[in-house]
């Protein structure tokens, strides 16, 4: 019975197709998020498997122009994200800039940040 929870969340994990790992071994094929919400501590950082739901929808809202939000200055807490494409340099989708873009890359990384966090980066971006 000990053994079946963690076989079931690694297979929820797989099936899901998002996969945490740290920064240098992503997968090439990936797609790699980084929340920027913290200044003293890591941000979470996860990557989107190709075999993802998700990944052919960030992968066409990526390719699509991003307006610049209203307020592009630094502030504290929620920033934005940075995504890295296969094969593209990064880029900073910028706080409120693209709600549904953000909303999706939020939901990638769920399972990755605290329900708290969750609930105010995704009430941010809707704000």
Partial sequence: MTLLLPVAAFL??????????????FPNDSIRVRLL???GRED??????PFSRLY???SYLMQRPTPSPQNSFPRLGYNGFDV?????????IPARSNPVLESMLLYSGRQYID????RYVLSDIHR
Wanted: net charge positive.
């Fill in 37 to 39: 919400i913290y200044s």
């Fill in 12 to 25: 929820a994990t797989f099936i899901c197709g998002v996969f945490t790992q740290s920064t240098k071994h």
């Fill in 84 to 92: 890295v494409m296969p094969g593209v340099p990064t880029r900073t």
């Fill in 115 to 118: 329900e708290s966090t969750y």
């Fill in 44 to 49: 979470p950082t996860w990557s989107v498997s």
């Fill in 56 to 58: 052919r929808n960030i």
